[in-house]
Nanobody, 120 residues
Framework: QVQLQESGPGLVKPSQTLSLTCTVSGDSITTDVSYWTWIRQPSGKTLEWMGAIGYSGSTYYNPSLKSRTAISRDTSKNPFTLQLSSLTPDDTAVYYC????????????WGQGTQVTVSS
């Protein structure tokens, strides 16, 4: 059973950089054809795909967020991380990590989500 758990600050200030970690258990982030994704959902809005890192280390980003987003991984300890810079209140959302095998956009497992509020 794969389990994902997001962690990070719940409150950040505008212009700062958000750093979130997804801790993975029950699988390896280097498992063949696995993809490890960050998704967010602002209150009252639909889910927004932010980006992903693949089993080989390749990264994929939402073009609308690409200039502010970085996804990385630590293959020795198995987490993967999201950094989102130049925060504004519009980045306030519940942030989720998710995993998939084979087809990147068909998610097999999700974390429970973590609320991030951008406010001064």
């Amino acid at each position: 059973q794969v389990q994902l758990q997001e962690s990070g600050p719940g409150l950040v200030k505008p212009s700062q950089t958000l750093s979130l970690t997804c801790t993975v258990s029950g699988d390896s982030i280097t498992t063949d054809v696995s993809y490890w994704t960050w998704i967010r959902q602002p209150s009252g809005k639909t889910l927004e795909w932010m980006g992903a890192i693949g089993y080989s280390g390749s990264t994929y980003y939402n073009p609308s967020l690409k200039s502010r987003t970085a996804i990385s991984r630590d293959t020795s300890k198995n987490p993967f991380t999201l950094q989102l810079s130049s925060l504004t209140p519009d980045d306030t959302a519940v942030y989720y990590c998710a995993s998939s095998i084979g087809i990147p956009w068909l998610y097999d497992y999700w974390g429970q989500g973590t609320q991030v509020t951008v406010s001064s």
